[in-house]
Nanobody, 114 residues
Framework: VQLQASGGGSVQAGGALTISCSVT????????MRWYRQAPDTEREWVAL???????NYAASVKGRFTISRDRVKNLLYLQMDNLKPEDTAVYYC?????????WGQGTPVTVSA
C-alpha cells in the first residue's frame, strides 16, 4: 500500500486549494481515508475523513471550509480547501489503515499568507 499526496502550495488568506492523494495497493473505498496536518512545532492533527460508504466528518476548525472526497475510478483522495486562513499552514498527510497497519503519504505543504 502506498499513498502519495500532492498539490500543495502557497496561497493568500481567503484563497482556495485542492490537494490530492494517490492510493495504490488498496481500493480507495476499502475503509476510512483520512487527512491529517502538522504545523511546525505542533502535534499532527486529524482534519477530515471519508468512510467506505462515503460519509464524511471534519475537525471543528475546518468544518464548512474543507471538503473531503474521492474518485473511485482513479483511486484518488481529495481535500478541497476554501477560505484558507494562515492557521491552516501545515504539511498535509493522507492516511488509511488496513489489518492494523497505518499507512501515510509523504505529505504536501500548504502555506497560507495573511
Amino acid at each position: 500500500v502506498q499513498l502519495q499526496a500532492s498539490g500543495g502550495g502557497s496561497v493568500q488568506a481567503g484563497g482556495a486549494l485542492t490537494i490530492s492523494c494517490s492510493v495504490t495497493g488498496i481500493n480507495i473505498d476499502h475503509g476510512p481515508m483520512r487527512w491529517y496536518r502538522q504545523a511546525p512545532d505542533t502535534e499532527r492533527e486529524w482534519v477530515a475523513l471519508i468512510t467506505s460508504s462515503g460519509a464524511t466528518n471534519y475537525a471543528a476548525s475546518v468544518k464548512g471550509r474543507f471538503t473531503i472526497s474521492r474518485d473511485r475510478v482513479k483511486n484518488l483522495l481529495y481535500l478541497q480547501m476554501d477560505n484558507l486562513k494562515p492557521e491552516d499552514t501545515a504539511v498535509y498527510y493522507c492516511n488509511t489503515a488496513e489489518m492494523g497497519t497505518q499507512y501515510w503519504g509523504q505529505g504536501t505543504p500548504v502555506t497560507v499568507s495573511a
